[in-house]
């Protein structure tokens, strides 16, 4: 096969993208409105692991799955590991929820009661205890603290809180094991967030240690940001600790990465590749954090993380020696054209040859439509309680 885009050049850096699922994205969501049922929904967290094999299985994209603890309690994690392991995957990334207790209506981690603040440092050293079991690294903090009303809460005394909670939980994790703190501009929150931005969740966590990190989720920053300038300054800070993906055309939409906005996609990944957050001894984790409220979910997944895939293709096609040249001439127009045109490659035909030579479908989406699996799971698991979002 001939090879104009210089596709052969990147395989070795494209072999080593790997894209966590959440386990969440397999069961029913929607939104405030009505949540779906769907056929073939899992009824168990195994069902959901099962799911998530079959996304690695056809694209090899996936070897990892996210759990967020209590939605995803079992009574052996150990049990679940070897479980998942037989499948092909691992378990990964545990995300803690202090979001739906009634406790936690003024805050958890901030709260103005130390009782309940003590409660919510207790649900992350269980999930520290879930780490231990499935060889979990990552603990992903998310809160959804905040205030509504001007006044209603006292903005420093809560930053303050947060920070001693924060190390307490910290001064816990392994030394193989990090702390990823998510951070959001809104919601359920909307007066403030506690930890709305970048830079708060930055401040947060190089006041814990070198093992605390900062998870960027796409979905979570205002209309016109540029996250890539984010991604850019957290690499170099040493401080990106994860992506959530999802795509967005309001706010925290959660719908399939790059179907809003590949372009946006692809020039994240320029600046991961360009940072060294695709090299061999990169440590950021990349991770769906999606839900599939009227497709089926399944193939929203593949079709997600092949998204990541196609993006990152194209971005480590860009000519960086020719692109440093234009830039340090200051030629504006000949820069652009030269991103540009690496944006507008197409590299399917060759990511569909390339995944042949290494075993697997050249389309994955329709490998699954064929497989058979969606007719099975929405015959077999007809009983029992079907899953949804929380
Ligand atoms: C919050 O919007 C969030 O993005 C956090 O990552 C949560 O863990 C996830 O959604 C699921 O609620
Ligand atoms: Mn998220
Ligand atoms: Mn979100």
Aim: charge should be negative.
């Amino acid at each position: 096969m001939t090879d104009p885009s210089g596709f052969a050049a990147i395989t070795s850096q494209l072999e080593r993208l790997a894209i966590e699922v959440p386990s969440w994205a397999y069961g029913n969501s929607g939104t405030r409105f009505k949540v779906f049922g769907s056929a073939g929904t899992p009824r168990s967290v195994e069902e959901k692991i099962a799911d998530a094999a079959v996304v690695n299985r056809l694209t090899g994209l996936a070897p990892s799955v996210a759990l967020h603890i209590p939605w995803d309690l079992v009574d052996d994690y150990t049990a679940l590991r070897s479980y998942a392991e037989d499948l092909g995957v691992a378990l990964g990334t545990i995300n803690s929820n202090t979001f739906q207790d009634d406790d936690y209506k003024l805050g958890a981690l901030t709260h103005t009661d130390k009782v309940v603040r003590q409660k919510a440092i207790d649900h992350h050293f269980e999930c520290i205890d879930v780490m231990h079991a499935t060889g979990s690294r990552d603990l992903k903090v998310w809160l959804a603290e905040g205030s509504n009303y001007p006044g209603q809460a006292d903005l420093r005394g809560r930053q303050d809180r947060l920070a001693e909670s924060l190390a307490t939980i910290y001064e816990r994790i392994g030394e193989d094991q990090r702390l990823v703190l998510e951070y959001k501009f809104f919601e359920p929150a909307f007066y403030h967030t506690d930890v709305p931005d970048w830079g708060t969740s930055y401040a947060q966590v190089v006041a814990l240690g070198e093992r605390a990190m900062v998870c960027l989720d796409t979905g979570h920053h205002a209309p016109g940001t540029n996250i890539e300038f984010i991604v850019m300054q957290l690499l170099r800070l040493g401080r990106l600790g994860s992506f959530d993906f999802n795509s967005r055309f309001y706010a925290d939409d959660d719908l399939i990465v790059g179907a809003a906005d590949p372009f946006q996609l692809f020039r994240i990944m320029a600046e991961v590749i360009r940072g060294g957050g695709l090299d061999a001894d990169s440590d950021v984790a990349f991770m769906l954090d999606q839900c599939h409220n009227i497709e089926d979910k399944i193939p929203g997944q593949i079709r997600s993380v092949l998204n990541v895939q196609e993006m990152t293709a194209r971005a480590l096609l860009i000519d960086r020696d020719a692109l440093l040249v234009a830039q340090q001439d200051g030629d504006v127009l000949g820069a652009h054209e030269i991103y540009i045109d690496a944006f507008s490659t197409d590299v399917r035909p060759a990511l569909a040859a390339w995944r042949e030579e290494r075993g697997l479908p050249a389309s994955p989406m329709r490998a699954y439509a064929e497989s058979g699996y969606q007719q099975e799971i929405e015959e077999s698991r007809r009983g029992g309680t079907q899953l949804s979002w929380n």
